[in-house]
Structures are given as structure tokens and as C-alpha cells.
């Protein structure tokens, strides 16, 4: 047996699911149960009535997430030093700092941040919800972190007045991303359409055509009639898009465009992890509770 089918065999045998954010490796979205953004995996997790194990790969506070919306189930990490930077941003102490400035403003976290944080917010987002999060706020100040690029986004879209915490946090992998390169690649296919993730710079999103999620992209590429496409977003989604859509032609942005992150998942470590059952995600119960409260109110937004 290769280890794909061997996989495939002990979640069976275990009642496990696979969960795998757009960015992983193409083997390993292969062997899973569901592909998505942070919302759709966050969804699944809480909707998740059968199962008794996920394995979750992608980064750390994905996982967090999932252990929160499922603390009767066992949320594995195939490598626990997966982890996001931009999470690593922010801390409680700042928050804490920030709002003693600003006390009448909501504390809106994406979800890219620590449980711990979480558990300060008054409501979390993604970036496929983030308008619609902030426009649902009986606020027009709110403290927004920690991706100050997402958090410009948001003040675009919505006028309010966001303030980022902290002032600068932002992805490596999205930084990354030039408005030259797009301008060379633009001259080389001018019928391309440009499509960028919100990490992205002001520049690069004023320069796109539709800016959007991991998986609003994917979903912006099969509707689309556009046949070629720029993509602004980390490397792993060009598998699916190709899969998606074998008759359109996709170019990323920037080749070097990868989170290092999120390619630490790999089969063996998958297989391992499900074997062992080891890399449980845990999350102290004082904390979850006041973070799933946080997740739960994301939730409730209409987007
Ligand atoms: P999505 O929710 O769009 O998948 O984004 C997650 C992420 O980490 C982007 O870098
Ligand atoms: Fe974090 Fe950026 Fe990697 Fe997304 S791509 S997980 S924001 S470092």
C-alpha cells in the first residue's frame, strides 16, 4: 500500500476526516475530505457531527479554531511548528493596551491570531467576511488586527474609521507580491484578469481586477469567462484553480510566492500524526469559551 491508500485506511479505521486550507501541498489536498478558506474550514469543523478525529492541515490557528468550535473531538496538527506569523503579531497585552485608548471601540480579530487573542475580541472575521463584519457594527470606530493590509481593505469598503492592531502587522508570503511583476505579466497576456488576496498590498489590490478570499478567488475563477488569470495569493491554490478550471490558463503573480508554513504539512506527517494520534490541539477552557463566543457571533453575520 502507498501512503496515500494507507492514510486513506486509517481514517477509516479511526473515524477521521481530513480538513486542508487552500495552500497545502497538492498531495495533500488530494487525500482530503474537504479543501477551503478559513471560514469554510471553520464551518466544517463546527458542523462536523460524525467524526471523532480531524486532522487539520494547515497552520496553527486554523487548527485552534477548529479545537475550539469541537472540544469533544480530537483536533490533530500533522506538525505543530506549523504556524502564521502574522498570528504571532499580535498579542493580548497589546490589545489590552489599545483599547484602554480606544474603550467605546469594538475589538474585531481575523482569524489569523492566537486563541488567547480571540478570547479578547468582540468578534472575529476572515477575510471573506471582514466588510460584512464591520459594516454589522454599531461602531464607527473599531480596533482591527492584526493584518494592517486587511484592515486598510476593510476601511476602504466600509468608511469606517479602523485602527490597526498592531499598527503594522502584516504576512511575509502576500509582501511579496509586486505591482511590477503584475505589470510585466499584464504586457505578456493582456486579456489576464487580476485577482488578488486582501494580504496584499493597496497597490497590488488597486491594480486587480477582483479581490477576495482563497476560496472567492476559486470561486471567482470557474464563473468567470475571463480564460487567463494573474493570481496575487500564495502558491498552493494554483493546484485547484488548474484542477478546477483544465481549459483557463493561470500565472502566479510571483513565483517565490510561498508560506513555508503551510507546506510543513506533508503526507508522512499527516500519516503520522492520524497513526499516533499526536499533535493534539489544545486549548484551555477558560479560553475557548470566551473565544468560540467570538467565532460564534462571526458566524451569525449574513455574507
Ligand atoms: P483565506 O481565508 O482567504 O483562505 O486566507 C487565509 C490565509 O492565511 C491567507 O494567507
Ligand atoms: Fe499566515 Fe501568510 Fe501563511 Fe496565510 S500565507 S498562513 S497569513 S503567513
Do not use: W
Amino acid at each position: 500500500m502507498d501512503l496515500t491508500q494507507k492514510i486513506q485506511q486509517l481514517k477509516k479505521e479511526k473515524n477521521a476526516i481530513i480538513l486542508a486550507h487552500n495552500y497545502q501541498r497538492p498531495e495533500v489536498q488530494e487525500i482530503a475530505d474537504y479543501i477551503g478558506d478559513s471560514i469554510e474550514l471553520s464551518r466544517k469543523a463546527a458542523e462536523e457531527k460524525d467524526a471523532k478525529i480531524l486532522v487539520f492541515c494547515a497552520v496553527d490557528f486554523m487548527a485552534e479554531s477548529a479545537a475550539i468550535l469541537n472540544p469533544n473531538k480530537k483536533v490533530l496538527l500533522p506538525c505543530l511548528g506549523a504556524r502564521c506569523p502574522m498570528a504571532q503579531m499580535l498579542t493580548v497585552e497589546e490589545i489590552k493596551r489599545v483599547k484602554k485608548q480606544y474603550p467605546k471601540a469594538p475589538v474585531v480579530l481575523y482569524v489569523n491570531t492566537l486563541a488567547s487573542c480571540k478570547a479578547e475580541a468582540d468578534i472575529c472575521c476572515t477575510s471573506a467576511n471582514a466588510v460584512e463584519v464591520v459594516k454589522s457594527l454599531n461602531a464607527d470606530t473599531v480596533l482591527f488586527g492584526p493584518d494592517s493590509n486587511l484592515a486598510n481593505y476593510v476601511a476602504e469598503k466600509t468608511g469606517k474609521r479602523i485602527i490597526p492592531i498592531p499598527q503594522n502587522g502584516f504576512c511575509p508570503t502576500h509582501l511579496l507580491f509586486q505591482p511590477e511583476d503584475v505589470k510585466v505579466l499584464k504586457m505578456q497576456h493582456p486579456n489576464a484578469v487580476v485577482m488578488v488576496h486582501p494580504e496584499c498590498s493597496a497597490e497590488m489590490r488597486q491594480n486587480a481586477d477582483f479581490v477576495g478570499s482563497t476560496s472567492k478567488m476559486c470561486r471567482f475563477a470557474k464563473e468567470s469567462k475571463a480564460k487567463e488569470f494573474i493570481v496575487g495569493t500564495e502558491e498552493g491554490i494554483m493546484h485547484r484553480l488548474r484542477k478546477e478550471n483544465p481549459e483557463k490558463e493561470f500565472y502566479l503573480a510571483y513565483e517565490g510566492a510561498v508560506c513555508p508554513n503551510m507546506k510543513l504539512t506533508t503526507l508522512d506527517r499527516v500519516y503520522a500524526a492520524l497513526k499516533e494520534e499526536k499533535n493534539v490541539v489544545e486549548v484551555p477552557k477558560a479560553v475557548t469559551k470566551k473565544a468560540k463566543a467570538s467565532l460564534d457571533r462571526m458566524f451569525a453575520v449574513k455574507s
